[in-house]
């Protein structure tokens, strides 16, 4: 079973979403009735016509345009309240349409799930955009350089967001198809290294690494030797060749 989460991602959920919109991430009402809801504590006082409403860190995002119904810690009737932005996990305040009833401390709200359930699709499209890159990009940078560029950040926004958009098995829009296109060639460029990524550098120096050989008739095959106290000798981060037949048939 794949990881929840990579080392370092290179998209977080909400460059997803802003790159799919609200109604691109949402994709279905409720999962199927699979999702789980999550408990919203005020934790100040919220007065009539106040758009800030304070609260307990979140634990999963909150869309822009869900209706949350607050009801206890002592107030008299039911209030609903719209969110006018999207709130991201850890957030303690709501950005909420004007308050049209006090709402009081302690006064709890239960999300639907529909938010749960986003949350965890874009986690899951950050990790597969976030593989996708690294595939192409690996031999030749490092993960942490790599999530410091926006071009990578780019990238891996768009091939999230496209396994998102088919999640449903429905055709992926034409603009995020072309987008996705565009961005596969850019990283066949980028590995076979036509292209740099701006602004970080690569793991090893970009100089060709020279090798002096020589040819020794005792072997069998591969009769080409490497010189190594006379090439060059800086490190590569790859797996060398070695000819074990020939070092097998020079001991016997």
């Not at 998209?11 to 799919?20: E, F, Q, T």
Request: charged letters at 15%; aromatic letters at 8%; a negative charge.
């Amino acid at each position: 079973m794949p990881p929840t989460a990579l080392p370092a991602l290179f998209c977080l959920p909400n460059d997803i979403h802003d790159y799919l919109s609200s109604a691109g991430a949402q994709l279905r009402l409720d999962d199927e009735n699979l999702a789980n809801g999550q408990t919203i504590l005020v934790a100040g006082n919220g007065a009539v016509g106040d758009t800030v409403l304070s609260v307990a860190p979140l634990q999963f995002p909150l869309l822009r345009g869900t209706q949350l119904v607050f009801s206890g810690g002592g107030m008299e009737a039911l209030l609903t309240v719209g969110l006018t932005a999207t709130a991201q996990a850890g957030d303690t305040s709501l950005a909420v349409n004007a308050l049209t009833e006090a709402v009081y401390a302690q006064a709890t709200a239960t999300d639907n799930g529909v938010n749960v359930a986003t949350g965890v699709r874009l986690v899951k499209a950050c990790n597969y955009g976030t593989d996708r890159v690294r595939l192409y990009c690996f031999p030749r940078y490092d993960d942490l350089a790599l999530a410091t560029s926006w071009n990578v950040n780019r990238w891996a926004s768009t091939l999230g967001g496209a396994w998102l958009a088919k999640r449903c098995c429905r055709p992926c829009p034409e603009s995020i198809t072309a987008d996705m296109e565009e961005v596969t060639d850019e990283l066949k460029m980028i590995k076979s290294g036509a292209m740099a990524v701006p602004g970080i550098g690569t793991r090893t120096a970009a100089w060709p690494f020279i090798s002096n050989v020589s040819v020794e008739p005792a072997y069998y095959t591969h009769k080409v030797r490497v010189e190594t106290t006379i090439s060059e000798a800086t490190p590569t981060v790859y797996g060398q060749y070695i000819d074990w037949s020939d070092a097998l048939l020079m001991q016997n």
